[in-house]
């Protein structure tokens, strides 16, 4: 199971009652910076519990870095997509969990000073395919357990197996289907609530994409 440096991981469900408050009304810049900044560690530890990844550290509180098994290394952040402005106040504010999208400057000796990579190391170049990037958005409270299930996923893709992929915690917008090449998603609400941002007088729809529904009626045929 992963460790994560600093602080204990708060389950899943815990974390979300500490960060369930009605978040989409938050207007105020500042408060949806701290809000980010308090729920940045829950969702990364939360990513790092179901790595089953004993390397994963979790470095200044705001970077998830991890070795798989062949030695290649990996990444995570947790970021607003979108967040209130001073000259827009009613934008609202969304969470972005980024796997291997972000660029890290000086990654590797990050990676040594963790311990993941010995001092003299370097990482094994990972091919493209066995390197997953991942772009998960949600809302705040959402965070946690997108963070959580995700987490299961790369280990399902590490291991090149799609049945080990569960059920998303919420329901979610997976581009190109829940698979294993699936590397883009939103959770329902988060959509929609960007949707009615853009427009307040829009009815939501779904994307021209499938829908978590419809691809658990694709699977089970």
Not at 43 to 52: K, M, P, T
Not at 192 to 217: F, K, M, N, T
């Amino acid at each position: 199971m992963a460790t994560a440096m600093r602080r204990s991981p708060a389950r899943p469900d815990e974390a979300k009652r500490a960060h369930s408050p009605v978040l989409e009304g938050i207007r105020s810049p500042a408060a949806a910076r701290r809000l980010t900044r308090e729920l940045r560690p829950d969702v990364l530890n939360a990513l790092a519990s179901q790595l089953e990844c004993p390397s994963a550290r979790v470095r200044y509180g705001s970077l998830l870095i991890w070795a798989d098994d062949v030695g290649g290394l990996h990444s995570a952040r947790c970021e607003p997509y979108t967040m209130p402005h001073r000259d827009d106040p009613a934008r609202p504010l969304t969470i972005r969990i980024s796997v291997n999208h972000m660029h890290v400057p000086d990654l590797e000796d990050i990676a040594r000073r963790a311990g993941i990579l010995t001092p003299g190391g370097s990482p094994r170049q990972a091919s493209r395919s066995a390197r997953p990037r991942f772009d998960l958005s949600c809302l705040a409270h959402e965070a946690v357990d997108c963070a959580a299930w995700l987490g299961k996923f790369l280990r399902a893709y590490q291991q090149d197996d799609p049945s080990l992929i569960p059920s998303p915690p919420v329901p979610t917008y997976f581009w190109n289907g829940l698979t294993l090449d699936c590397n883009y998603a939103w959770s329902l609400r988060g959509w929609e609530l960007i949707e009615r941002y853009h427009d307040p007088g829009l009815v939501p729809e779904a994307p021209r994409l499938a829908s978590l529904h419809e691809v658990e009626r694709t699977a089970r045929r």
